[in-house]
């Protein structure tokens, strides 16, 4: 390769780099969003009181476990959970295909699912030196 063909093969190699990173960021922001969007959801659920889009917005082993511990339909044993509005999300982390969202008041963990994020627990709490403590939390 030629002096002169040399620093233009490099610029092409540095644009292609920051095009691929640029995109990557695209696609790492809407994964970030479309977390937040369902953890909006499940507590504006909460919030309102309503209980079928609360289990609708949870992940199915999180749905069975709710049902499964109460021995009721997720709507009704849904009501029975110390679940509270945690208000407006605060920071939304994504690692693949696990998320945390960060409230004000309650931390949510999802995971995508073709149907798009559900909650896999909700109402959790950090404990020093812990694992969260959760009070709704799939099986």
């Excluded at 209980?51 to 082993?61: E, I, Y």
């Excluded at 021995?71 to 407006?88: H, M, N, R, T, Y």
């Excluded at 008041?105 to 030196?129: E, H, M, N, Y």
């Amino acid at each position: 390769m030629s002096r002169q063909r040399r620093p233009a093969a490099l610029v092409l190699l540095a644009v292609a780099a920051l095009a691929a990173a640029l995109s990557a960021c695209g696609a790492s922001h809407e994964r970030v969003d479309a977390a937040s969007d369902a953890a909006k959801v499940f507590e504006q659920a909460v919030a309102g009181g309503d209980r079928a889009q609360m289990c609708a917005a949870l992940a199915p082993q999180t749905r069975s476990e709710v049902e499964d511990s109460d021995k009721k339909a997720c709507a009704e044993a849904i009501s029975e959970e110390d679940l509270v509005a945690g208000g407006p999300v605060r920071r939304v982390d994504v690692w693949g295909r696990q998320a945390r969202a960060v409230l004000a008041s309650d931390t949510l963990f999802l995971s995508q699912f073709p149907a798009g994020w559900k909650i896999v627990a909700a109402g959790c709490r950090p404990q020093p030196g812990q694992p969260y403590q959760c009070s709704v939390k799939g099986g």
